[in-house]
């Protein structure tokens, strides 16, 4: 007898009995949330990544369906928590809601198009190596890395310490060409990337503006109020001859 279009088909007792084994054994599998790695290996590892996370969350902080993560674990295939990695940054957008704990890719259901690698002794060679294949085959729109240091990414000029590869048609990693400036531009965030004064910066070209480092975010935070008191205190001098004629 042919099942119509839509009908449910019946299983047999054993293979009931099969399926529901194997919902058991998928519920069973853990997930860690944490690697057991240390967020940065040193401080100018660690720096870099502050930066780039809370400036890339101020700078997105208006859209939301785009998710800024940092070190969190990226599972990429179910039943099997080996297959994992926990990128030190990376964006995804067009989703509402995020994980908050590990990214599960066949639950979420869309690959980041961002990640971004900063080297330190223990991990530029996975990330050049390892990593870039990886996030090559899960179909990752754009691939960067960062050395802070210098060095390690065998860099002949200061530009070289910062790379970026984002797929072609054919689902390969093209490197990204340096724009007049030497800056390399994402087309995933819509900012362009570059190194000065030895640090990494975003560059909002929209709006012709560096995102500021944090230390920097707090002196121009200050710099506004400073001038906002100025601008309350001129008004009120300007208003006192008019009350007290």
Known sequence: MRLQQGARQTLTPRAA???RGLAQRRAAVEYPDCDGQPMANNNPQLETMVYAIAALWGYFRDCSDVHVRADMI?????????????PDLFVVRGIREAPQDSYRLWEVGVVPQFVME???KSTYRRDRDEKFQ????LGIGEYWRYDPQGGLLQATEVVERLRGWELDAQ???KAA???GGGELRSRVLGLDLCVVQDRLQFWDYGRRRFLPWPAESERLLEESERRLAEAVARIA???NPLNSG
């Open 171 to 173: 689902g390969r990693y």
């Open 118 to 120: 900063v080297a330190s």
């Open 237 to 239: 001098e300007l208003e």
């Open 74 to 86: 990226l599972y990429y295939e179910e039943g099997k928590p080996t297959s994992s990695v926990a």
């Open 177 to 179: 060409r340096p724009r």
């Open 134 to 137: 990886l996030y090559e085959g």
């Open 17 to 19: 009995v099969r399926e």
